[in-house]
């Protein structure tokens, strides 16, 4: 009787210390770390999200690779958890990664007309580029030369220039000196030469505003009607210098999974001309699924556009937001419009 005794009180002692240590180890399981917000990594490099998250003590977790139409090789496309969410220190946020940009091979444009051609450079998923005429022998607007060449790869969205006949009976004449005049003196010397004023914004220390500080073609040089002359110009702001060109990127965030949406992105110019500069059919592939969830972004980089000129979003065929640009300043969205305050100070969209 007395061993069985001593062996119950040992087990109760073994059963009262095995309690007490679960106890002290689920206490100190929930509180854990300390409390951080998770900053937001997306779009960021690899290395820089793994600093950015070492300096809140949190860990990058294993990357989920994909494919991405946009953001770059080995930068990142979603993060778990999303940035803002409360978690203790330690923990892994999961990063799904680029794999990069998908590369395409130019179609062959030569011998085409420009419309043809223009058409089949948007369907083939690139921008058209600089089109510059030159007299020669075969008709008007046809195609003789392109860069890149026929076949040569290059990513999604990137720019094919054209080489276009101006014709052989295009009007000759010698180019004006254009330099130290004001934009619309410029234009005026020009204008009944047929020829096509596009300003490349400079901004020299000291230099005169809103004028012309220097030109191609140079002073007496043999140019056509149709022509295009580049000048730079120190714009104050106060003057609108026609055709200036402007580049901009368009972040738009998802507010859902969108993997089982069709999206669209076009680009509207400001006379009315719509440009598709990309479209997401819907995959439910497993890279799909990983990346095209709430909170991912759709990167629009370097959407080119003169004067003014807005990007729609669709999904499904509906129109779902707008970004309005103008000028070169920051793209506003249509929804946070009417919060922005009076025209003309617009509330800077946040990626």
């Not at 061993?3 to 095995?18: E, H, K, N, P």
């Not at 930068?75 to 923990?91: F, K, S």
């Not at 254009?178 to 000291?206: F, K, M, Q, T, W």
């Not at 500080?213 to 056509?224: C, I, K, S």
């Amino acid at each position: 009787m007395a061993w069985c005794l001593q062996w119950s009180v040992a087990l109760v002692i073994f059963l009262v210390v095995m309690a007490a240590s679960g106890y002290y180890v689920f206490n100190k399981t929930l509180e854990g770390g300390q409390l951080v917000t998770v900053p937001d990594i997306v779009e960021l490099p690899l290395g820089d999200a793994s600093m950015l998250l070492a300096e809140q003590g949190l860990e990058l977790g294993k990357p989920i690779p994909a494919e991405h139409p946009t953001i770059p090789k080995d930068h990142i496309i979603t993060q778990r958890p999303a940035a803002g969410t409360v978690v203790r220190t330690g923990r892994k946020v999961v990063p799904t990664i680029s794999m990069g940009t998908e590369s395409l091979r130019t179609p062959d444009l030569v011998r085409r007309s420009l419309k043809d051609a223009e058409q089949q450079i948007r369907q083939g998923r690139f921008r058209v580029g600089s089109v510059v005429r030159v007299a020669h022998k075969t008709p008007r607007d046809t195609v003789i030369a392109q860069d890149p060449p026929a076949g040569h790869a290059i990513h999604v969205r990137g720019d094919i220039h054209l080489l276009v006949s101006a014709g052989q009976q295009t009007e000759k004449a010698f180019m004006p000196n254009i330099r130290g005049l004001d934009i619309n003196e410029a234009i005026s010397l020009v204008a009944p030469l047929g020829l096509r004023l596009v300003p490349n914004e400079v901004d020299y220390p000291g230099a005169r505003v809103d004028v012309v500080l220097d030109q191609d073609p140079p002073p007496n040089a043999l140019v056509y009607q149709g022509q295009i002359v580049t000048y730079d110009v120190k714009l104050s702001g106060g003057v609108d210098a026609p055709n200036a060109r402007h580049q901009a990127d368009v972040r738009h965030q998802m507010p859902f999974d969108w993997y089982d949406h069709d999206v669209r992105v076009d680009l509207v110019d400001r006379f009315g001309g719509r440009e598709t500069l990309q479209t997401y059919p819907r995959a439910y592939d497993p890279a799909s699924r990983r990346s095209r969830v709430k909170g991912s972004r759709i990167t629009i980089r370097n959407v080119s556009y003169v004067g003014q000129a807005t990007v729609e979003i669709y999904i499904d065929g509906e129109l779902a937001e707008s970004y309005h640009m103008r000028g070169g300043l920051p793209p506003v969205k249509s929804s946070e419009e009417a919060n922005s305050g009076p025209p003309g100070d617009p509330t800077i969209d946040q990626p």
